[in-house]
């Protein structure tokens, strides 16, 4: 009768476990063997800091997570202003007969404003004989459509000119001089014109609006008739007879609408003009 071990309360050797033609199985060197997860089981232990995974190692990037690659250029697209882009093409400034040269005093006062209210801000101050030296800052001050005409010779499209709207009446305040009329009446209580409109121009407006209102209180007569055919044969230029002032100043024949309201009013009200006759010991400004 064949033998059979005593069996006993406590669990399987590995002897006992194993048939008669199998080989006893080597415990692995390595510590993580299966005997030492056996021994250790149930056993806490602290896993040394080496051993926790690095934030690097678990980043892996996959499919949907794009990866820029080291040594990749970034491009960005620089916006250029309308100067630098007509400066960086071929440039072609017109020529002397587009544009004829004039001979300047070198000391002449060149100035660039433009308007802010109530009347005009100044970004450029120069003489004519030092512009040579202010080519940038002539290039950044200039509007563009200047720059555009000097450089490439394009003309802009025509614009409305603005107006400047003003108020003309008699000077009167000689007591010793014989009071002009006035030229507007009540449905008519002030003028409107381009703001480049030159004192001699209203000069001679004031010239034509007397000599007018003279003739129609003369007419009705072939002698009146031919008496201002006459004048106006003999007629002396409108600067000789009248002058114009403002803020009681002597304009200058060549001062515009523009340069009276920001030199000379210097003010955000309507602008006001006085004419009368011409005083020969006055130097206008």
Known sequence: MRQTPMQSGGPASPEELSGPNKTEPQTPSTPGGLMSRLKNFGKITKRPVS??????????????????????????????????????????????????????PPNTTVLI???????????????????????????EAMPMWLV?????????????????????????KDPDVEPLPELLNTTQTKLTASRYLRVR?????????????SAGSRAGSIRSSVEGQAAAALRPRAEDVYEILCN????????????????????????????????????PL
């Open 201 to 213: 121009k209203i000069i001679l407006h004031v010239q034509d609006k007397l000599e007018r209102m």
């Open 51 to 104: 051993d926790t995974p690095s934030v690097a190692a678990l980043a892996i990037p996959t499919a949907e997570t794009p990866t820029i690659s080291e040594g990749t250029a970034t491009l960005i697209e620089v916006t250029k202003t309308p100067l630098q882009k007509l400066l960086s093409e071929p440039l072609n400034p017109p020529s002397s007969a587009d544009a004829p040269l004039h001979a300047m």
């Open 248 to 283: 009681e100043t002597l304009l200058s024949l060549e001062m515009t609408l523009a340069a009276v309201r920001q030199y000379i009013w210097k003010q955000s009200a309507e602008l006001v003009l006085h004419y009368r006759r011409k005083r020969e010991s006055r130097t």
């Open 148 to 172: 555009e005409y000097l450089l490439t010779n394009q003309i802009p499209p025509s614009v409305p000119l603005a107006k400047i709207s003003f108020v003309l009446v008699p000077w009167n």
């Open 113 to 139: 404003s433009v308007e802010a209210s109530p009347s005009y801000t100044t970004i450029y101050r120069g003489i004519v004989s030092n512009t040579h030296n202010d080519v940038e800052a002539l290039e």
